[in-house]
Each structure stands twice: as structure tokens, then as C-alpha cells.
């Protein structure tokens, strides 16, 4: 078990850390929390649990997932840890040269060109049939429920809402954008805090998800809605590529840092980002979290790591340097020896070649989940499916479009994705799930989560509450406003390029569940930058 204390909150969030028997559900909307706790409750488990929060989180918070997106999970069942990765291709009929001819000199944010096929949906049938407990109808009843029925605006999702209608509205001038203002703006304006806002269209979409098993969304109307509106827009998906689609169960990968292990889905995840780092830093001992030489060298390692990142995550299929590689001892050492007393513009090394929703879940059986999915940018592309309520990601814009790159847009490809789970182990025992989401912050939260709890022994709601700092590029960080003013003048003296922000939701958003492996009582922190709560029993 983690050595923590429960009563000590240097950066109060004026909550405790929670802590119950029976099962325990942390996500950043309630309502989703509450309704996976329901499904506990009725005699589901953790995996249940999690598919039930996943899917009402893409009815009660929109601005950040829907059944358009992709999904990554780390499941613990029956002593054995699984990752599945549910992301999808690029169109079988895109191309590098295709986007080019079409005068971009770089993948578009918006419209129907970076729309990749969605994973969310497979991966909800794909956890729930391989170690559900209960039927696929009856895990998706609460996010059908709210989607029918509606529900009130929270804080934190009627700003972000707010947002996303400006950006729109400037944005998404044609007829192909139609449909999203259609559905998320019905009366010409984001729905405010504390309005009902519904969709009918998302809530008969997840019922026939939920009676057809997803083959109604892969196979069948949702299939034939892709093909008619991407051959009128000018697009690339078709219905094929969602029939030839399919979830992957996937073998974890992991460092051990001060003997624990931490894990992370392989590449085209990030979170092979997060590894390198914790990699390079178990070399180095720290005995205070609020000192200069431990944010500095945190700092230096993410950068390092970041950029070889950049440069060789793809596809894992496509990928030129290998995993163990990139992962040794030999080439974190290398990497350390390049952090010095001052901060470093970083470039990859060579090594030896060979806007997200997060939520946690866990059940009195020691089952557990870390789930994330996304639509990447906020709503994602912009573009709805007409009658379905089905927001589309806009993953694609990850890919490049220099073909000497690395993660170079190809038919039928995965793209460097920024969404991770994360997941902690020490020996063969469980310790937890735990994620902070955020585009390509997640890794960089990743990192001061683990720091936090396994080298400053911060409870799980402390490691949660702490100021954040975040690496954008070159020498440039920014930092929360909360952050200590003196470190942020000493960081700006050793040439970090300080950036002091009021925006705290470009820090990510994190989850974390621990479980004690005597006891089994859980123990969980919840993010304090939004909406979210912890529902337990």
C-alpha cells in the first residue's frame, strides 16, 4: 500500500480524499459518476461500471467526447492487467497526396477531412461482452435516460460550451456544419448553466448501440449515414471503413519507478512520453516537491522525452525505433546527462535502434478500470451525422502531411493519439487507475500524478489539488496561477520561459483510485479544475 496521509491537503481543494468498501466511481461530471455508481449498485462490476460512466459522459459533457471518438482502457481483472486500444484509421481511401492536391500544407482542424473512424462505441461492446457482468441495454439505460429525458448544465461544461459556440460560429460557415448547431446550439446560443438541454437523436443512437451490440453504428445505419454525408461533402470515411473496424486488445507497457510499476497502453498512445520521463527522473533522488531543482529537472526530463515523442510515435505497426529502445536504462542515462543547471531547447536523441473525458472505476471484487476517450479538439470536427446526434472527431489532424515523417498520413493508419490511461502496480498487487486528460498535457500530468504520490507521499486528492505546470515548447512553461511566485522566478532565472496562466483548464483533468491490497478499501482524489466527484459506496 502507498504511504499517504489522509489528513494532510498542502494544496487544499477543500476535499477530502474519498475513501469506501463496496466500489467507487471518479469522472469529471456527476451525473456520469452517479450513474455508473447505479450500476454498480445493481449487482454490475467495475468494467460495467466504467462502460456505463463512458457512455453517459458523451450525453452530459459534449464539449469534451461522443460516440464519435476513440477510447483507450486498462482494465484489472482477475489478477492480470489488459489494455485495448479503440482508436481508429485513417480512411482506406485518404492519402498524403490527396490532402495536398487539395492545397493544405497541413491537416485541417475542422470539416470532414481529419475525421478518422470512431472507436468509442467497440470498445464500450467490446469490455462489456469480454468481462461484463450485466447486459449491454442495461449498462447504457442511464446515458439513453439522460439523453431522452435531459439534464441540467453544470458550471464547467455550460463555459466550455460557451466556447465551442463562439469558435463555431466563426469557424463552421457551410452547410456541412449544419447539423451541430442544430443539435448543440437549438436555440441559436450555447444552453446556459443550470438549463435542460436533451437530444433525442443521441439517446436512440446509444439504445440501438445497446440492442444491436454496435452493429447498428459499424454495420448498419450510422454506416450508411458516413457514406451518404462524406460523398456529398467531399470526404474520405465510408461505411467500409467502420465495417472493417475492430477494438485490439493490447499488452501494457511499463517502467518501474522506485518499485512500482507504471503503465501505459503502447504506441500510438503518448503515454510512452510519461515512461521516458519517469524513466530518466528514477535516477535522481528528490527529497522536497517544493524546491527548484526538482521542478526544473521534471521539467527538463518531460521535454527530452516529449520531443522523442513527437518524433517517433505512429502507428505501432508503422513505428522505425523499437519500444524496449526507447525504454532502456542505457538511453535514460543518455538522456539525464543532457539535463544541466539551466533550461535546454530540446531535439530527439537516437536512440539504439532494434480540449477528453478520463474516468476511474473499481468494485469490491478488485476489479478495475481506467478509461479515457475523446473526440480530441473539444466537439471534434464539427461535423454531425443528420438524426443520429453523432459528433465526429477530428482526430486526423494529428497526422503530417510531410512524407518523410514518421506519423505521415497513410490509408487505413493510427494517429500519434494524446489520449492515455494510466494504471499502477507494485509486484502483483493492484494499486490503482489514474489519468489527468488534456491533449498533450496528459503525459506531463501523468508524471506529476506518480511524482506526487510515490516520492512526495501526497493522498490521492492532494496529488490532484497540487499546481501544475506545463511544458508547451522550447523553453517555454506555463504554470498555474496558484503556483509558488519564488519557484516561478527562480525557474525564470535558470531560462524557463515562464509563462503564469489564469486558465486553468489547459492543465488537465484528473481521476485517481487506489485500493489497499489488505483491506481492499478504496482510496480516491478527483479533479478540482471542473465539475467532477467521486460516487462510492
Same mark, same amino acid.
Given at each position: ?29 456527476? #451525473? ?16 460495467? &461500471? ?17 460516440? *464519435?471518438? @476513440? ?15 479503440? +482508436? ?7 492519402? =498524403? ?9 497541413? !491537416? ?18 467490446? !469490455? ?67 438549463? !435542460? ?12 448501440? &445497446? ?34 473496424? +475492430? ?40 527529497? +522536497? ?11 527538463? &526530463?518531460?521535454? #527530452? ?23 532502456? @536504462? ?35 471484487? *478488485? ?32 497526422? +503530417? ?30 494499486? *490503482? ?13 501523468? #508524471? ?9 507521499? !501526497? ?31 527562480? #525557474? ?16 488537465? =483533468? ?18 478540482? =479544475? ?8
Amino acid at each position: 500500500m502507498l504511504n499517504f496521509d489522509s489528513l494532510n491537503y498542502p494544496y487544499s481543494s477543500r476535499r477530502n480524499v474519498t475513501i469506501s468498501k463496496k466500489g467507487m466511481v471518479a469522472t469529471s461530471q456527476p #451525473l456520469a459518476a452517479n450513474a455508473g455508481l447505479e450500476i454498480l449498485k445493481q449487482g454490475g462490476n467495475a468494467i460495467d &461500471a466504467a462502460v456505463c460512466t463512458a457512455a453517459c459522459l458523451t450525453v452530459v459533457e459534449p464539449t469534451s467526447n461522443g460516440i *464519435g471518438g @476513440d477510447a483507450f482502457s486498462l482494465v484489472w481483472h482477475n489478477g492480470k492487467l489488459h489494455g485495448l486500444n479503440s +482508436s481508429g484509421q485513417a480512411p482506406q481511401d485518404i492519402s =498524403r497526396e490527396k490532402v495536398v492536391e487539395r492545397g493544405y500544407e497541413k !491537416m485541417p482542424t475542422l470539416g470532414p477531412l481529419p475525421v478518422t473512424v470512431p472507436g468509442a462505441p467497440a470498445a464500450w461492446v467490446e !469490455m462489456n461482452e469480454k468481462f461484463g457482468k450485466l447486459s449491454l441495454e442495461k449498462v447504457l439505460a442511464p446515458a439513453i435516460r439522460y439523453a431522452l429525458e435531459g439534464y441540467p448544465i453544470t458550471p464547467t461544461l455550460g463555459e466550455n460550451w460557451d466556447r465551442a459556440f463562439k469558435k463555431y460560429s466563426k469557424e463552421c460557415k457551410g452547410e456541412e456544419f449544419s447539423e451541430w448547431f442544430k443539435i448543440f446550439a437549438p436555440n441559436k446560443r450555447a444552453p446556459r448553466i443550470g438549463e !435542460m438541454w436533451s437530444s433525442k437523436d443521441h439517446g436512440e443512437t446509444l439504445r440501438k448501440i &445497446a440492442e444491436t451490440k454496435g452493429e447498428h453504428f459499424y454495420k448498419g445505419e450510422i454506416a450508411e449515414k458516413v457514406d451518404h454525408y462524406f460523398k456529398k461533402y467531399n470526404g474520405y470515411l465510408k461505411g467500409e471503413d467502420l465495417e472493417q473496424f +475492430s477494438s485490439q486488445w493490447v499488452d501494457p507497457i511499463s517502467v518501474n519507478y522506485r518499485g512500482y510499476d507504471i503503465w501505459e497502453i503502447p504506441p500510438n498512445g503518448q503515454g510512452l512520453v510519461a515512461l521516458m520521463a519517469l524513466n530518466i527522473l528514477k535516477q535522481e533522488e528528490f527529497s +522536497s516537491k517544493e524546491a527548484l531543482d526538482t521542478y526544473h529537472k521534471q521539467i527538463e &526530463a518531460l521535454k #527530452l522525452a516529449f520531443v522523442d515523442g513527437q518524433k517517433y510515435i505512429t502507428d505501432l505497426e508503422h513505428m522505425k525505433v523499437s519500444l524496449d529502445d526507447l525504454l532502456s @536504462d542505457t538511453y535514460a542515462k543518455e538522456r539525464l546527462n543532457q539535463i544541466g543547471d539551466t533550461a535546454i531547447t530540446p531535439e530527439p536523441g537516437k536512440p539504439d535502434q532494434g480540449g477528453t473525458v478520463y474516468l476511474a472505476t473499481a468494485d469490491e471484487e *478488485g476489479n478495475m478500470v481506467s478509461f479515457i476517450q475523446s473526440n480530441y479538439m473539444g466537439f471534434g470536427s464539427g461535423v454531425v451525422l443528420p438524426g443520429t446526434g453523432v459528433s465526429l472527431q477530428n482526430r486526423g489532424h494529428s497526422f +503530417s502531411l510531410d512524407k518523410d515523417h514518421y506519423n505521415v498520413l497513410e490509408p487505413g493508419k493510427r494517429t500519434y493519439h494524446t489520449i492515455i490511461p494510466g494504471f499502477m502496480t507494485k509486484g502483483d498487487e493492484p494499486v *490503482g487507475p489514474f489519468g489527468v486528460m488534456g491533449g498533450f498535457m496528459q503525459p506531463q500530468g501523468h #508524471l506529476q500524478v506518480v511524482m506526487n504520490t510515490i516520492d512526495f507521499g !501526497m493522498n490521492p486528492q492532494a496529488a490532484l489539488d497540487a499546481p501544475r505546470w506545463q511544458w508547451t515548447e522550447g523553453k517555454k512553461v506555463s504554470l498555474e496561477q496558484n503556483f509558488s511566485s519564488n519557484i516561478a522566478k527562480s #525557474l525564470n532565472r535558470r531560462g524557463h520561459d515562464i509563462n503564469l496562466s489564469l486558465e486553468s483548464d489547459s492543465f488537465g =483533468r484528473g481521476q485517481i483510485i487506489f485500493r489497499d491490497p489488505k483491506s481492499g478499501v478504496l482510496f480516491g482524489g478527483t479533479e478540482p =479544475r471542473t465539475d467532477s466527484t467521486i460516487a462510492s459506496y
